[in-house]
C-alpha cells in the first residue's frame, strides 16, 4: 500500500501528488443546491459538471442536478456566449428553476469569458433569476468555490429596505446538511429567527417518498436571499468558506457580521451559543445546558483513552482547525494538521491553538497534500487519523485507526445525514474517536489481556 | 399520444427536432431504426456525459498499472478520476502500480498565464526522484490546449533527459463531444508509441489480446481465468489490470477480442492493418453470449482439439452454476430492465438479462456512435461534422518486419463473410420490437421515461442511480458495479443475479409509504355506511 512513499522529505514545486483539495468549481455547486429550487450551472465543458456532480452523488448519496453549457472545441476559441444563452433558455423551458446559479470553470476563465455581461445581456423571464460567481480551477480550492458562490448570491440578491426583520444570518459553511440541521436546531432552541445561507439540509439529505422531486423540499428561498439585507447581523462559521458571504453582506447592506471558528466540540460550540445569546439577550435554555454537560461528562469519561493520544487531521482549512479544537479539548496532540486549501491563515490559527492549549511539537501546513502528511507519518507516527475518504490508503499503509470526517467521504454511508457540529455532534465525534481507539485496543490485545470491561 | 411524444412535447422545436432524431421506437419507425448519436449535446440539456480527458485518461489510460499519469492542469481533473473507477489491478513481483496514486501539476493562476510547461518538466523531474517510472503518460486538461503548452515537446524532452517512455495524450476536456473522443486520442498514442515495441516470446499459437477489457470489479480476471482454462494465452488485455510490457507485445496475438468495442474499435482496427491481426466482437457478459463468444473463438483457430476442451470448459462452468441459475431465474423471471450506460454495456447486459428471463424495454448509450446501435454496416453512411473532423483519424501501415498472418486470406475473407471477425453488428439488432433505444439519454427524458415504463430496474450511473431510487426503482450501477462483481462470463452471471435480487426484494422497499398514509384518518359510519 503506497509502497512508494518513503519518509526522507523531499521538497516538491511541480509535482503535486494525492491532493487534500479539489478544484473550485464543485464548491460552488454545493452551494447552490443549498438554494431551493436553485439549477446550478456549470459554465464549461461537460466533463467538469459531470465530475462535479459524480463527486457530490457519492458523498451524499443522492440526486445532485445540474447543468453545463456543453462546449466544444468551437465555443472554446469563439467564446462561450451563446452556449450559456442556449443554456439559460432550455433550463427555464425544461427545468423551470427559480433560479440559475451559474459558476466558471477554468475553461471559460481562460477564454475570458465575461459573465456579468453575458447575463446583463440575457432575457430572463419575469420573477426568474440568473446569478454567477468566478471559480477558476487555478485558484483555491472547492472551498474557495463555495465562498465564492455564497458571496455572489449575496452581491446580486440581498437588499436593504431600510425595515429590519429581526432576523440573524447563518452562513455555515462547507459542511453536510446534517450538520447545518444541528445549527439550526441550536438557533430554534434559543428562539432565534435566523436564515442559513447556504442550506442543503432537504436537498442532499431528502427522504425516500417514492417520489423523485427535482426541487426538492430544503434550501434558502429566494426571498430569504433577498431579505438578507434586512437582517440584524450575521454569524459566519469560518474564515475560508464563510467570512466572504459575512463581508459581502456588510458591505452591501451594512449588516455586522461576528466570524466564529466551525463549532466542533465544546468551546467553539459555546462561542455560537454565546453569539446567539448576545442576539437574543434572554438565557440560554436549559436543553442546551443538559447537551453542554452531556459531552462534558462523556469527556470525562473517555479521557483515560483519548489522553496523549496523537492524530494527524487533513481536509477542509475550518473543518480541520473545528476538529483539531476538540481534539485538544479531549486531551489529545494534534500532531499534524494539514488542508489542500492555500491560506496562510489555517497554519497561523493552528499556531495559535498549539500555543493555547500548550502542546508543542505539532505541525501545521496549508496547500499541502497527502503524500506528504503521509511522509511526516512514516517519519514519526500517530495514533489516530482523520479525515476524508481518501486518507484511507495511508491508514491501511501504517495500520493507523481512522475516523471518517470531512469531505469527501465516498466509501461510508449516514455520515452526512449526522452532524459534527454542536454539542451533539461532539458527542458523536467523541464517540467515533474513542471507538476507534479501542477497537484498536481490542483488536492488538494478547489473549490474556483482552478485556470484557474498558 | 404516443410515450415519446409526450415526452418530447416539452421541448421548444429546436430541442424537439433535436432529440426526436436520437430516440428510436424500435422496429416502429420508417426510417430502418436509425438513429442520431455523437453530436453534440445542446447547452443546458442536463446531460450525464462527460468529457475527452474523462475518456482518455479516466477510460482508456487509467487502468495501466505502470504507467506514471501526470494529469497537466488545475487539480480538480486528476482528483476526480483518483481511484473512482473501479479497473484494478495487481502489483506482481518486480512490477510498478501506480493506481493509488494522484498526479498532477496543480496549475496555479501563474502558470495559466505564464506557461505550465516548466511546472510539468519539473514534475517530471520530481516524478524521477520519488518514483523512478519506465514510463509516463501526460494528460492535458483544458486549459493547457487554450494556453498553447507543447506537451509533445516536453514528452520528448523528458525521455531523452531520462531514458524513459514518456508519451503525451492532448486529451483536452472541450474535445469532441463526450468521452468517446478520449478514447480515439489514447488509442492513437498508444498504437502510434506503444504497440509493436516488445519482443516477448509467445508460447502458444492460441494467443490473443482481450481489448477493451477495464477489469472494472475484476471481470476482466475472471474473463481471463476463463480464456487460460481452455488454453488461450493473454498476450495483452487492453487496459484493465495491464501493464505495459503486455500493451508493447500486443502485435504478437493471433486474434484481438474486442470486448467493448465503441472504447477500442480503433486500435482493432489499426492492430490488424499494421500487424495482420484480425479483431472479433466477442461479449463475456452473460452465460449465452459467453458461450456463443467462446464458441466463436475456437472457430476462429479452428482446432478441433481446441473446440472439444471449449465445451468440456463450458460444460463445467455451466454445471456449477446451474442450481444458483435456476434458483434466481425463479426470483427474476417477468421482470423489466432499462438500461443506459456508455457505449456497450446497455447492449452487453440485455444479453445477461435475458438468461434470468429479464425484459429490456429502454436501452441508451452515453456515448456511442450510430454503429454500436445499428451496426458496422452504417459505418459509410455515417457524416463527419466539425467535432469529429477535429479528432486525428491515424493512417496506419502494415509493418513491413512485424505484419504476420494467422489464418490464410481466403480464410479470412471467409470468416468476414461469415461476420465472424471484424464485424459488429449493433444493439438495436437484438432489441425487441416495440422497445425504445434512446441515445444520450437527459435527465428529464429518464424521469419522464422511468415514470410512463416502469421498469423493475434501471440500470445507469451513479448520477442518474438515486433519481430513479428516489422514485422507488431500484438502481444499480453498470458503470462502477456499485462496488461489487466481476460480473463477466459464468460466475459473474450468478454475482449479478445475486445482487439484483437482493436490490429487488430488499426489505426497506415495503416501508417506503408511511402506515398513516395508506390507512383512512378518520373511521366511521355516516348514514349507516361505512366511510373511508
Known sequence: ?454 | MKTIERVLDKYDSKVYKNRKAHIVEVGNNDNNNEIAANTRTIPGIITQRGCCYAGCKGVVLGPIKDAFIITHGPIGCAFYTWGTRRHKARKGEGEDNYLQYCFSTDLQEADIVFGGEKKLKQAISEAMDLFKPHTIFICSTCPVGLIGDDIHAVAKWAEKEYGIKCVAFSCEGYKGVSQSAGHHIANNQLLRYVVGEGDREIKTKYAINLLGEYNIGGDGWETERLLKRIGYEVVATFTGGSKMDQIKNAHKANLSLVQCHRSINYIAEMIETKFGIPWMKVNFIGVEATIKSLRDIARYFGDPELMERTEEVIADELAQIADQMEYYRGKLKGKTAAIYVGGSRSHHYQDLLRDLGVRTILAGYEFAHREDYEGREVLPFIKMDADNKNIESLIVEPDPEKYHLFLSEEDLKRLREEKLIDYYGGMVKDMENGTYMVDDLNHYETEELLKALKPDIFFSGIKDKFVAQKAGILSRQLHSYDYSGPYSCFRGTVNFARDITMGIYAPAWNYVKAPWKMAPILVGSLGGEKAC
Not at chain 1, 472545441?73 to 427559480?98: M, R
Not at chain 1, 511522509?375 to 489516530?384: E, N, R
Not at chain 1, 495511508?394 to 449526522?418: C, K, L, N, Q, T
Open chain 1, 1 to 454: 500500500m503506497l509502497d512508494y512513499t518513503k519518509k526522507e522529505t523531499y521538497e516538491r514545486s511541480g509535482l503535486r501528488v494525492n491532493p487534500a483539495k479539489t478544484c473550485q468549481p464543485v464548491g460552488a455547486m454545493y452551494a447552490a443546491l443549498g438554494v431551493h429550487a436553485c439549477m446550478p450551472h456549470s459554465h464549461g465543458s461537460q466533463g467538469c459538471c459531470a465530475f462535479h456532480r459524480m463527486f457530490l452523488t457519492r458523498h451524499f448519496k443522492d440526486p445532485v442536478m445540474a447543468a453545463s453549457s456543453s462546449f466544444t472545441e468551437g465555443s472554446s476559441v469563439f467564446g462561450g456566449g451563446s452556449n450559456l444563452k442556449t443554456a439559460v433558455k432550455n433550463i427555464f423551458n425544461i427545468y423551470d428553476p427559480e433560479i440559475i446559479a451559474v459558476h466558471t470553470t477554468c475553461l471559460s476563465e481562460t477564454i475570458g469569458d465575461d459573465l456579468n455581461a453575458l447575463i446583463q445581456g440575457m432575457e430572463i423571464p419575469d420573477g426568474k433569476y440568473v446569478v454567477h460567481t468566478n471559480t477558476p480551477s487555478y485558484k483555491g480550492s472547492h472551498i474557495t468555490g463555495f465562498s465564492n458562490m455564497v458571496a455572489s448570491l449575496i452581491q446580486y440578491l440581498s437588499v436593504k429596505s431600510g425595515k429590519s426583520n429581526g432576523r440573524l444570518a447563518i452562513f455555515p459553511g462547507f459542511v453536510n446538511p446534517g450538520d447545518m440541521r444541528e445549527l439550526k436546531r441550536i438557533a430554534e432552541i434559543m428562539g432565534v429567527s435566523y436564515t442559513m445561507l447556504p442550506d442543503t439540509s432537504g436537498v442532499l439529505d431528502g427522504p425516500m417518498t417514492g417520489k423523485f422531486s427535482l426541487y426538492p423540499k430544503g434550501g434558502t428561498r429566494v426571498e430569504e436571499i433577498i431579505q438578507l439585507g434586512d437582517c440584524v447581523s450575521s454569524i459566519a462559521f469560518g474564515k475560508f468558506a464563510s467570512e466572504a458571504a459575512a463581508e459581502a453582506l456588510y458591505k452591501k447592506c451594512n449588516v455586522d457580521y461576528q466570524l466564529l471558528g466551525m463549532p466542533i466540540g465544546v468551546g467553539r460550540t459555546d462561542e455560537y451559543i454565546l453569539a446567539l445569546q448576545e442576539f437574543t439577550k434572554e438565557e440560554v435554555p436549559y436543553q442546551l445546558e443538559e447537551e453542554r454537560g452531556q459531552l462534558v461528562d462523556i469527556l470525562i469519561d473517555i479521557h483515560p483513552y483519548t489522553c496523549n493520544k496523537k492524530a494527524a487531521v487533513f481536509g477542509d482549512p475550518d473543518m480541520v482547525l473545528g476538529i483539531a479544537q476538540f481534539l485538544l479539548e479531549m486531551g489529545m496532540i494534534p500532531k499534524y494538521l494539514l488542508t489542500g486549501t492555500p491560506g496562510e491563515d489555517f497554519e497561523e490559527e493552528a499556531e495559535e491553538l498549539f500555543a493555547k492549549f500548550g502542546v508543542e511539537g505539532c505541525r501545521a501546513k496549508a496547500f499541502g497534500d497527502l503524500f506528504e502528511l503521509h511522509q511526516w507519518i512514516k517519519a514519526d507516527g500517530v495514533d489516530l487519523l482523520i479525515g476524508g475518504t481518501h486518507g484511507k490508503y495511508i491508514a491501511r499503509a501504517e495500520d493507523i485507526p481512522f475516523v471518517r470526517a470531512g469531505f469527501p467521504i465516498i466509501d461510508r454511508y449516514v455520515h452526512s445525514y449526522m452532524p459534527l457540529v454542536g454539542y451533539k455532534g461532539g458527542m458523536r465525534l467523541a464517540e467515533m474517536i474513542c471507538n476507534a481507539l479501542l477497537d484498536r485496543m481490542d483488536r492488538d490485545a494478547a489473549e490474556e489481556d483482552f478485556e470484557m470491561v474498558l
